[in-house]
């Protein structure tokens, strides 16, 4: 009886054992944190980044006014790490399978749900994935972290939340669950939930009031009436913090200035930083340097400019890119922006000491087609902007002083360089807000300026030509010009078509080829993924059926 009984006893031990082995698949970190212990399975909310080691109940907010200067952030506390979660619910799955799901998260407003999404597969390292038990990532945020937390909070208010968080008090909750996508999409039960009061202040009536055009403006004021009530519920808007960190709004119609609103501290005098609006300038001093002949063709090759059998990978594809696939983004080059794995992305440029060889040292890419396929390129227009500084008389700066800033008035703006020291064409031209309406005009009188054609008026021609179909997957419909976006706006079953140069954080030129109508909005919402939308938001139910007619 005794040994059946040792027997049984080293049996259920190796039974135990083997059941603790199988039932993580990998080894999470130890909670040793008594508030993650007392607090396992919630979502909780804090006002500032705390160590969960000096995290106390205390410091937890229950609730949360929506305004600019406040700070939102989230902690997950779990009983074990995520891939443990998911092995549960997919046994047969390795950690490689695994780590290609994520959360699961479900917003509520007031017990109604108001969005779910399963979080990307590369939003958590798989280090995170595999081992962490408790995730700590701002929603709400003026410290402008790159999280993904923002940017899930982003999406949440452009598709439910704004429209369920209006003005007053609301009860946010918020549910996590664990999902796998091999072999196909599986959602697990329930592993961390929590809510927070979540209360809209009212706008007061002063923030939403439309400000008067003051004198000096170097414009002629216009006269024309619009809907002021329009603009005025958009004002209200961005005082409240539902279009975020919009800094300016300027209207120009039939050349006279219409409207004219500054926000968040922003002012008439202020530099804006637009980004990639920049790059369209490479474009306009392009036109104008072929006219005065130092650039003779759009169809000059790379090799009439660099011996390109002295950068890396060499290949013929490389002698044959043009400056016109440079312009409209269609060059052979193994590069995407919007692919953060692919060679040529321009972040991978940035950190180095020489943007145009990190440029031509890259490889061609054989399934591209030359000039058939649009992919976002910005350094290839670094390259662009090489190579006029290289052609023109006094480089870069000092022609475009000469042929474009002097002529349209503007003496009040700062380049940015690249480690050459040569004009940063990939963006970053700033400018006052009334200084881009200036170069939004230009193109709107066909390149002329006050009598005097400052651009070929057939360069404009061509710049607003749908050379390209933009990928709907990546920007939706669309065309593409000479380093100039095409879209077209819908208003009362009526459309609207437009060119315009368009930046990271929201910065918009637009200029209307159907209406006489350029507007600037210039804004901070920088790598968020609200900012484009917000801006086609604004656009499509406030500014244009204010001022169309």
């Known amino acids: ?43 909780v909310f804090e006002a500032d980044t705390i160590p969960l080691d000096r995290l106390k109940q205390t410091d937890l907010v ?3 006014e929506a305004k600019p200067a406040n700070n939102l952030y989230m902690r997950l506390l779990l009983g074990n790490s995520l891939t443990n979660y998911q092995h ?46 408790t995730i700590f990532v701002p929603l709400i945020s003026n410290r402008g972290e790159d999280s993904w937390g923002r940017s899930l909070w982003g999406r949440f208010m452009a598709r439910g939340g704004e429209d369920a968080l209006t003005t007053g008090t609301h009860q946010l909750k918020i549910e996590v669950r664990p999902y796998v996508s091999i072999p ?18 009212a706008i007061d009536p002063k923030d939403a009031e439309l400000q008067p055009i003051k004198a000096g403006s170097g414009w002629q004021v216009s006269k024309e009436g619009f809907d002021t009530r329009k603009i005025m519920e958009m004002n209200a808007l961005i005082a409240g913090n539902r279009f975020k960190q919009i800094t300016s709004i300027v209207v120009i119609k039939n050349g006279k200035l219409l409207i004219e609103e500054y926000f968040n501290g922003s002012a008439r005098d202020s530099l804006h930083n637009p980004r ?25 090759t790379l090799k009439e400019f660099y011996h390109l059998k002295k950068y890396g990978n060499y290949s013929p594809q490389k002698e044959n890119v043009t400056l016109k696939s440079l312009l409209t983004m269609s060059s052979v080059f193994d590069a995407d922006d919007n692919k953060s794995d692919s060679p ?34 910005t350094a290839g227009v670094v390259v662009l902007g090489d190579i006029l500084n290289k052609s023109v008389p006094k480089r870069l700066d000092k022609y475009s002083a000469e042929k474009l800033f002097k002529p349209l008035g503007i003496s009040n703006y700062r380049w940015q360089y690249t480690p050459q020291n040569v004009p940063n064409t990939a963006g970053g031209l700033q400018m006052r807000s009334l200084d881009y309406a200036k170069f939004g005009q230009l193109y709107k009188n066909g390149g002329s300026w006050n009598g005097k054609q400052v651009i070929p008026q057939s360069w404009v021609k061509e710049s607003f030509t749908r050379h390209l179909t933009l990928p709907k997957d990546v920007v939706g419909e669309g065309f593409y010009g000479y380093l100039f976006w095409n879209k077209t706006y ?60």
């Open 1 to 43: 009886m005794k040994r059946y009984l040792l027997i049984l006893s080293i049996i259920i031990a190796v039974a135990s054992k083997t059941y603790a082995q199988t039932g993580n698949i990998t080894e999470p970190e130890a909670i040793t944190s008594a508030f993650q212990k007392n607090n396992i399975g919630k979502v």
């Open 62 to 64: 229950t609730g949360y």
């Open 88 to 133: 549960s619910l997919q046994p047969s799955l390795n950690v490689e399978q695994l780590n290609q799901g994520n959360f699961q998260f479900t917003f509520y407003v007031d017990g109604k749900q108001a969005y779910q999404e399963n979080l990307h597969k590369g939003a958590n390292l798989p280090a995170t994935k595999n081992t962490k038990t």
């Open 184 to 201: 196909d999409l599986k959602v697990g039960e329930l592993i961390a939930q929590g809510g927070i009061r979540f209360t809209v202040p």
């Open 276 to 300: 990639s609006v920049g790059k369209t300038f490479a474009s306009t001093m392009m036109g104008i340097a072929l006219h005065d002949g130092y650039i003779k063709s759009v169809n000059q």
């Open 344 to 377: 040529g992305n321009e972040e991978n440029m940035y950190p180095t000491d020489d943007w145009v060889k990190f440029t031509l040292d890259l490889k061609t890419d054989s399934n591209k087609a030359a000039g058939k396929q649009w992919n976002y390129f």
């Open 490 to 549: 819908t208003v009362n079953n009526k459309a609207y078509e437009t060119y315009y140069c368009s930046g990271n954080g929201g910065n918009k030129i637009f200029v209307f080829t159907d209406q006489p109508l350029v507007v600037i909005i210039t804004a901070e919402a920088y790598n968020t993924p609200y900012a484009h939308p917000q801006v086609d938001k604004m656009m499509q139910d406030y500014i244009l059926p204010a001022v169309l007619k």
